[in-house]
Every structure is written in structure tokens, then in C-alpha cells.
């Protein structure tokens, strides 16, 4: 697996804490992401991984702590930035544009670059013509890399639901992000597209250069491409390292996996 660690982590999240009313959604998690690696977020159902997704792209607010991404404080970045910062994310529940066209999903992901302003594409300037084309090869490639070219005029509706779950990535992928937030990417899939899917993630880390951070409940697949896991439980961290540590982690086992048989699952 890619160890391409760096100087300075690409992510790091500094003693992050929020609250909804009196609920305690994440208590002080502190965790980092390396530059090249595949990271692993993994918690039993409420234990705080949407929300700290959710605060990644900057749905949420924490009431407490830090999050930098890239020399960036995330907490001070409007949320329509942080896409444009290189922060690309799926959702467990697709986000997609049902109505629209597979081409017209990924070109919105490709336009997170597309900042010409709304005078200049009004009027079509040459600056805004050549964001366009830009946008639209962007698109193309994601497209591409997804194996998508037979659906690209297709109404992502009439699509079966594993072909839109690639579409959502292409989109995510237009945007051209250092770092790619997979929500839950093995759900809903059947077992033939689910047997694919970790090649498919290891590829494009390896393809992109991409930096990634995936959240999962599928335990084979978490363990096969990730590098380093991080454990939450009831809104806390309780382990954090490679796989085999992680995976033979007493709280681990107790809280998310069970019993000693399934943390081999």
C-alpha cells in the first residue's frame, strides 16, 4: 500500500467536539490523515462518523476544535469553497440529480473549478468558454475512469443503483480532489460489484494521487485497502492504527464487531 506520508498530514482534526442540544455527537476526536494513504473511519451505527463528515464538509460546525485541511482552517472557509479547496465527497444516501443526464451529474462536480464569474458567463468570454471546455475534459476523464461512457445520455434514474453510486463518484472525482471522502461506499451494492470495489478504490488512489479517507461497515474491505483505521464509539475515539491493530482492539471488538470470531470476519 501507498506510504506516502509527508511532512505535514493533508488533514488533521484537532479535539473536535459537537453537539446537538444535550447529545454529544463527537467528544474531543483528534486523528490525522497522511498524504497518499487511504484511511479508514469505522464505528458502529451513532458513534459519530457522519457527523464528522458532515463537519468535513462543512455541513456541520463543531462547537470545539480544529479542523485544517491543506493549510486551510476549515471552520473559517464558506462551505461553497470547500470543494474548490480539493475536498471531494460521495454520500451513503446518493446526492444525485435524478433528472439529469449522467454527462450533466459529473459536469456539475467538474465546475467546483469554474470561478470565471456570472458577468463572464453571461456574456461568454473567451475566460469563460475556456472553463467550460476545461470543465467538460475534466468531466470526460472522470467519466472514463468510471467506465461510464455507454450511460453518459442516460437519465441517472433509469440506472441501476450500482451504476449510480459510479456516478457519484465520476462527480466527486471531476472536482479534481486531493482528498476524496467515501461515505459508505459498499452500500447497497451486490456481491459482484462489491468484489470489485476495493481494486477500484486502490486504482484510482493510485491513478489521481489521491489522499482518502472511507467510511464503512464492510470490514474485508476496510481492512484490504486502508493503511491506517481510526475507531469511534459513542462520539470517542477508542483505537487508532493499522488494520491488525485495530482489528484485535478490545474496544474495538467489544463495541463494533462483536466477539473475538467476527473481528477475523
Known amino acids: 500500500m ?3 506520508n509527508g511532512d505535514t498530514p493533508l488533514l488533521q482534526v484537532d479535539n473536535v467536539t ?3 442540544g444535550g447529545i454529544v455527537a463527537l467528544d474531543g476526536v483528534s486523528f490525522d490523515v497522511r498524504r497518499g494513504e487511504i484511511r479508514g ?3 458502529p451505527n451513532g458513534a459519530g462518523k457522519s457527523t464528522l463528515f458532515n463537519c468535513l464538509s462543512r455541513l456541520y460546525r463543531c462547537n470545539a476544535g480544529t479542523i485544517h485541511f491543506n493549510g486551510h482552517v476549515l471552520s473559517s472557509e464558506p462551505r461553497h469553497r470547500i470543494a474548490g479547496l480539493g ?6 444516501n446518493l446526492a444525485l440529480y435524478r433528472t439529469m443526464t449522467v454527462g450533466e451529474n459529473v459536469l456539475v462536480g467538474a465546475h467546483a473549478h469554474h470561478h470565471v464569474g456570472f458577468v463572464a458567463d453571461a456574456l461568454r468570454l473567451p475566460r469563460a468558454v475556456k472553463a467550460e471546455r476545461e470543465a467538460r475534459e475534466r468531466a470526460d476523464q472522470a467519466i472514463e475512469l468510471l467506465e461510464l461512457q455507454s450511460f453518459t445520455d442516460r437519465i441517472v434514474a433509469d440506472l441501476p443503483f450500482g451504476t449510480q453510486k459510479r456516478v457519484e463518484l465520476a462527480r466527486a472525482l471531476a472536482s479534481e480532489p486531493s482528498l476524496l471522502l ?5 452500500c447497497g451494492l451486490n456481491h459482484e460489484e462489491l468484489h470489485g470495489l476495493g481494486a477500484l ?3 484510482i488512489r493510485k491513478r489521481l494521487n489521491l489522499t482518502i479517507l ?3 461497515h464492510h470490514m474485508a474491505l476496510v481492512m484490504g485497502v486502508c493503511d491506517r483505521i481510526v475507531a ?3 462520539g470517542r475515539k477508542i483505537a487508532d492504527g493499522s488494520p491488525e491493530h485495530v482489528r484485535n482492539h478490545p474496544e474495538v471488538i467489544r463495541a463494533y464487531l462483536g466477539d473475538e470470531e467476527g473481528a477475523t470476519a
Open 87 to 92: 475536498v471531494g465527497r460521495t454520500f451513503q
Open 214 to 216: 472511507l467510511v464503512e
Open 41 to 43: 473511519l469505522i464505528g
Open 232 to 234: 469511534l464509539n459513542f
Open 201 to 203: 478504490i486502490l486504482d
Open 182 to 186: 467515501l461515505d459508505e461506499p459498499a
Open 2 to 4: 501507498n506510504q506516502n
Open 18 to 20: 459537537v453537539r446537538f
